[in-house]
């Protein structure tokens, strides 16, 4: 098992949802399941306690400022974003704070977008600074999902709300303060 900051306990990691907020309604949302009232809120002193930090939501990049303002504030941890990229243009002025991205595809607009701005940003080769980054596409997704070598890619299936587990390392949390 990795282990955490201090060489000895265990890699900790939080996965946070910063705001319930949403630009895309997912018929199968586990939001639906880890509401408000289902899951432990968390405060900044807290969260500096874990190595790595999984921002997602709803959809974190729909609140710029805040998102900026949490990754400073967290600068001692690995923070990783979870986003389905309501604006690439709002992806590509943070990308550069995070340690990875994870985008999301949940359906063909989202792939068809991904597509777009992705060649334009990395199909040739400008230097752009890059996290990591993955990319997860959901079996809705029927269009055609260009690869790119510096992404890796994961496919993935809608299941019961109920049945999403976390990674044995990851305990779920919601900021205290939600973005609303
Ligand atoms: S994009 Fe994610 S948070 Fe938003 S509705 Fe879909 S599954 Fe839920």
New binding site residues.
């Given amino acids: 098992m990795a282990k955490g900051r201090d060489g000895m306990k265990p890699y900790r990691t939080a996965r946070v949802i910063c705001t319930?907020k949403?630009?895309?309604?997912?018929f199968?949302?586990?939001?639906s399941v880890h509401d408000e009232m289902h899951v432990q809120p968390i405060g900044l002193t807290d969260l500096a306690r874990f190595d790595e930090i999984i921002i997602?939501?709803?959809?974190p990049l729909l609140f710029l400022d805040q998102l900026i303002d949490l990754t400073e504030k967290l600068s001692g941890a690995r923070t990783i974003l979870y986003t389905?990229v309501p604006s690439y243009s709002k992806l590509f002025a943070v990308f550069h704070l995070f340690a990875g991205v994870t985008i999301?595809l949940?359906d063909n607009e989202d792939a068809i977008r991904f597509n777009r701005h992705f060649q334009k940003y990395f199909g040739n080769d400008n230097g752009f600074p890059l996290p990591q980054f993955f990319v997860r596409i959901y079996d809705s997704v029927t269009a055609h999902v260009e690869l790119f070598p510096t992404a890796q890619y994961k496919s993935c299936k809608w299941v019961d709300p109920k049945d999403c587990k976390l990674q044995p390392n990851e305990e779920l949390f919601r900021l205290r303060n939600l973005w609303i």
């Fill in positions: 319930y949403c630009n895309k309604q997912c199968g949302c586990v939001n997602t939501g709803g959809e389905s999301t949940h």
